[in-house]
């Protein structure tokens, strides 16, 4: 991608509209430490000094608005992009509260949380977004703050009825964003009916996607009670009964306390850094007796990956569809180079010769909940005593909550594959998902959830499901403005995606010290819950 890049001695400023689903407030902008508050009744506002919050209410002294920062709070809601001086941050730094009616005082004045209907947020970095949402409630308001805390994972969802509810249980091929990167993906669902020869589910989707399914299987695993199933990426079972864990766990501040040996070990959301800026997770094992090893990972992708990815998108403004297009042109191997550059993947190592040697990458597995996989481990790596491992990707990017090595014990597995039949749409659609080839099952945005029915399972002894799928799907989501080259040079550098990752969540952490002083982070565990 060829652009012209021109440097400038002034700091810009921006202004950001949108409705609350497609923008995150405060999450693009430095620290509110000294943000001023001002209150909006009817067609006047006013200053909130030496404010303090008692119970549901804000109560604080009335002043007037100085002129300077009224002057600026209007530029931003009037041009597009202005620069300012960083001297008069004092006054770029503003919270606006919008309510019909409050409580006076003489000089003091009391609203209601629950009464605020909008909230504008001014703010400074790099780039000045005034973000508002218009809502009839404060719970709305406080919603549209926290709403990454919701980003749900792209690609196709797997719900499964438990009799009572339908569960979010998995995603599939989560990742294969254009048909270069198209792959088959293994997952483990839930068995809500042991007892039932038949298990159906459905494929939503839930996101400004168009999601194309070549493939759809249900993989049945027969196996003796106690034993443990769990597949590779490429879709080869092996059997668990007992597992050896870290003799040693650290992390890159060479701090860790567990070493996930129990199933009360503590899930490590990758949020220390090297110099490179990437997060890392050392293991040590023993190897004695060890003939042949896979190791077992127990990861997911929290919503935090979705939401910077998000955020990553945005800077591309009206050129994203664009970049999508152009990155469809790629080979596999240049997408995964960048991925892989970028630190989505999660990238497993072994220590050889005092260096670093990768055997494997692990894709996204989405965030419904934490997937097993195992990875196996090349046989010159057990000779020694002991094994070192090192787990490698972009800040917060993954989670793990087990970690451990297993004998490789594959023979004797009773493996069975069953057709999908798909209730819900024309039965001309059955040989779409049948075999690998060029025909899909497409499905859009806002079109009905998709029911499949697989029939034919076993009863008589303990079983193990896996749901083996194959496709691909395509963003239709499309942003506004200018693309921030500069920016996206940065982040296109080693280790750069994940620095952008960090410093959005230590302004988010900023953000969430302010706001918790006026009580904002009480409404939004009430909306998150």
């Known amino acids: ?10 700091t810009f400023y921006r202004l950001r509209q949108g409705d609350p689903k497609e923008y995150n407030v405060g999450l693009d902008e430095k620290a509110l430490n000294n943000s ?33 920062a009224d002057f600026y709070y209007k530029k931003a809601l009037s041009k597009k992009n202005f620069s300012a001086s960083p001297k008069i941050e004092h006054n770029l730094l503003q919270m606006h509260l919008f309510v ?23 703010n400074k970095n790099g780039a000045l977004t005034v973000f508002s949402f218009a809502a009839t409630t404060a719970v709305s308001a406080t919603a549209a703050i926290s709403l990454f805390l919701v980003i749900a994972c792209a690609c196709p969802h797997v719900y499964i009825n438990d009799g009572d509810n339908w569960h979010f249980t998995n995603s599939m091929f989560t990742g294969a964003m254009n048909p270069t990167l198209e792959r088959f993906d293994y997952k483990r669902i839930p068995d809500f009916h042991p007892e039932n020869t038949s298990l159906s ?7 400004k996607e168009i999601q194309f399914t070549n493939t759809l299987k249900l993989v049945a695993i027969y196996h003796q009670k106690g034993e443990e199933i769990i597949a590779t990426q490429k879709g080869e079972f092996t059997r668990v009964s007992t597992k050896r864990y870290p003799q040693s766990v650290t992390n890159d501040d060479g701090d860790f306390n567990d070493n996930f040996s129990s199933a009360n070990s503590e899930s490590y959301t990758f949020n220390s850094t ?19 090893a896979n190791l077992i990972l ?57 260096k670093w040697k990768q055997i494997e990458d692990i894709n996204l597995v989405g965030e419904a909940g934490f997937q097993k ?33 297993s004998e490789k014990v594959t023979e004797n597995l009773k493996i069975e594959e069953l057709d999908a039949k798909i209730l819900s749409v024309n039965n001309d ?24 029915n697989f029939s034919g399972l076993k009863t008589d002894g303990e079983r193990t499901l896996f749901l083996k799928s194959k496709g691909y799907y395509k963003t239709i989501q499309n942003h506004i403005g200018q693309p921030e080259w500069k920016q996206l040079l940065t982040i296109n550098k080693i280790g750069g995606f994940s620095r952008f990752s960090k410093q959005k969540f230590e302004d988010w952490s900023q953000w969430k010290d302010m706001l918790t002083e006026i009580g904002l982070t009480e409404k939004l565990i009430e909306v998150k819950n």
């Open 100 to 122: 019909s009616e409050a409580v006076y005082n003489d000089t003091e004045i009391t609203i209601n949380l629950d009464d605020i209907e909008k909230v504008h947020l001014l």
């Open 36 to 68: 001023r508050i001002f209150l909006h009744i009817g067609d006047t506002y006013c200053e909130l000094r030496n404010w303090k919050k008692i119970e549901n209410k804000i109560v604080g002294t009335v002043t007037s608005v100085n002129t300077e």
């Open 201 to 207: 589910l459905e494929l939503r989707n839930e996101e």
């Open 274 to 292: 090297d110099k490179m800026s990437m997060s890392n997770l050392h293991a040590t094992f023993s190897t004695e007796n060890l003939k042949s």
């Open 1 to 10: 991608m060829m652009i012209s890049i021109f440097t400038t001695h002034c």
């Open 298 to 354: 127990s990861v997911k992708n929290p919503k935090w990956g979705g939401f910077v990815y998000h955020e990553f998108t945005k800077l591309f403004g009206d050129y994203f569809q664009k970049w999508v297009k152009s990155n469809a042109r790629k080979s596999k191997k240049q997408l995964y180079s960048n991925i892989r550059k970028a630190g989505i993947l999660l990238a497993i190592e072994v220590k050889e010769g005092g």
């Open 429 to 452: 659609f059955q040989s779409l998902i049948k075999s690998d080839d060029s025909q899909y099952l497409i499905h859009r945005q806002g079109e009905e959830p998709i029911t499949v």
């Open 373 to 405: 996989i195992a990875v196996s481990i090349p046989q010159k790596h057990l000779k020694q005593n002991s094994l070192t491992i090192r787990l490698r990707c972009g800040f917060q990017f993954w989670v793990i909550n087990e970690l451990a090595l």
